[in-house]
Nanobody, 115 residues
Framework: QVQLVESGGGLVQAGGSLRLSCAAS????????MNWYRQAPGKQRELVAT???????NYADSVKGRFTISRDNAKNVVNLQMNSLKPEDTAVYYC?????????WGQGTQVTVSS
């Protein structure tokens, strides 16, 4: 049974930084894409950042220039470096691994940015 375990969330002041990490327990063969989503209270879950197996990245407009996604294919780990955080970044952040056959989700980690 594969589980994704996130870490690194917490409370930070506006302008600060956090680094989220997500690691798979168990074996995942060739995750095609690794993604970070977030969901704020009363809002739909939104895609924040994506990184393909080859290293191509894509970001939501709201986080471009502030967030950086990276991955370690050998360790099945994906990270999200979040800089210049804003109160509107407050949400539960979820990691997501997509393979040919499966779609795995983490349990979520809370990020709270105070003004």
């Amino acid at each position: 049974q594969v589980q994704l375990v996130e870490s690194g969330g917490g409370l930070v002041q506006a302008g600060g930084s956090l680094r989220l990490s997500c690691a798979a327990s168990g074996t995942i063969f060739s995750a095609n894409s690794m993604n970070w989503y977030r969901q704020a209270p009363g809002k739909q879950r939104e895609l924040v950042a994506t990184i393909t197996r080859g290293g191509s990245t894509n970001y939501a407009d709201s986080v471009k220039g502030r967030f950086t996604i990276s991955r370690d294919n050998a360790k099945n780990v994906v990270n999200l470096q979040m800089n210049s955080l804003k109160p509107e970044d407050t949400a539960v952040y979820y990691c997501n691994f997509v393979t040919l056959l499966h779609n795995y989700w983490g349990q979520g980690t809370q990020v709270t940015v105070s003004s």
